[in-house]
């Protein structure tokens, strides 16, 4: 007889008790809808230095059938956290989500299923949002919140980690880790998975492998929409630069981002002015989108870093 395929579900969690709280039965319940086919664990990394949710994690594994594991890691470091958990995963898959989602029925059925088909090194699935207070009309008609959707089946070369099922195999085999110099800008997981493509190993949408990102008000700012399209287009323009090998390679890099980033600006500045001027807000918001991604680019491409994950040192915060 065979051995069952063992797998981890992994989440990171930084003080969101009551995300924790909704997220670890819903874990437990894909884990156990799974019971003979496939051994399924969850794993919860708290990368809160005070180990805040180690009380809440223990109570609930003592509740469970389901192999429920706590760990610490202590380093403010979003990468690190990311680390943590795949040298904590002891199963040929890994499977990462984040605390304040909650996956559809069926989820993590669909994501093995994928796997099983084509047997890639990851398997990405889609995000959509859920919002505590409904964004206003102008962050809706940016399309802040739109997410991708493909075809299953469907090849990409980038992925985020808040869907993604790994097989860690490959990641053993490539040596791969989360860049810690990524840990508090972000992007770390756009390069963890830029870098597994560029080993030439293959990543696979599942349309129907869903979750739901639980969105607070605080993330349904203009000011937070904006900053976070800075982030990303910086994340771009720094990983880009990272995967490259040799300095003139990189100088090629370096300035294609500025083109890019330039025309990103010009572009999206001119339609963000022309939808102010018109009063169309849809041309507006995705205009401010626009530039703030190109401008992020441009960010990335001469080294600075936009650190969209520092926390407020204590004297700061007092």
Not at 86 to 106: G, K, M, Q, W, Y
């Amino acid at each position: 007889m065979t051995q069952p395929m063992t797998v981890t579900l992994a989440a990171l969690t930084f003080k969101r008790p009551q995300d924790l709280a909704a997220l670890l039965p819903a874990l437990a319940e894909q884990a156990s809808d799974q019971s003979g086919d496939y051994e399924v664990g969850v794993l919860i990394v708290d990368n809160d230095p005070d180990a805040g949710a180690r009380d809440a994690v223990e109570r609930f594994a003592a509740s469970t059938p389901v192999r429920v594991r706590y760990s610490h890691e202590a380093v403010p470091n979003i990468a690190a956290a990311r680390n943590r958990a795949l040298d904590l995963a002891d199963t040929r898959l890994l499977v990462f989500l984040d605390d304040d989602e909650r996956p559809s029925a069926s989820w993590l059925s669909h994501l093995l299923r994928e796997f099983e088909r084509s047997r890639p090194a990851a398997v990405v699935g889609p995000v959509v949002s859920a919002f505590d207070v409904e964004p206003d009309s102008w962050i809706t008609a940016g399309g802040f919140f739109q997410r991708r959707r493909l075809p299953t089946g469907t090849r990409i070369d980038v992925a985020a980690t808040n869907n993604l099922l790994l097989d860690l195999d490959v990641v053993r085999e490539l040596g791969l880790h989360f860049d810690p110099a990524f840990g508090l800008t972000g992007g770390e997981d756009m390069l963890f998975t830029r870098q597994l493509r560029s080993a030439g190993r293959e990543m696979v949408w599942c349309d129907e492998a869903l979750v739901t990102d639980v969105v607070p008000a605080g993330r349904t700012t203009r000011r937070w929409v904006t900053l976070r399209a800075l982030s990303n287009g910086n994340s771009w323009g720094l990983t880009s630069v990272a995967l490259t090998a040799t300095p003139p390679a990189r100088l090629v890099v370096r300035a294609r981002l500025v083109g890019q980033g330039a025309i990103r600006v010009v572009g999206g500045g001119a339609r963000a002015a022309a939808g102010y001027v018109s009063h169309r807000a849809g041309d507006h918001a995705r205009g401010v989108r626009t530039l703030m991604r190109g401008l992020g680019m441009l960010g990335g491409a001469v080294g600075w870093r936009y650190e969209e994950y520092r926390r407020p040192t204590p004297a700061s915060a007092s």
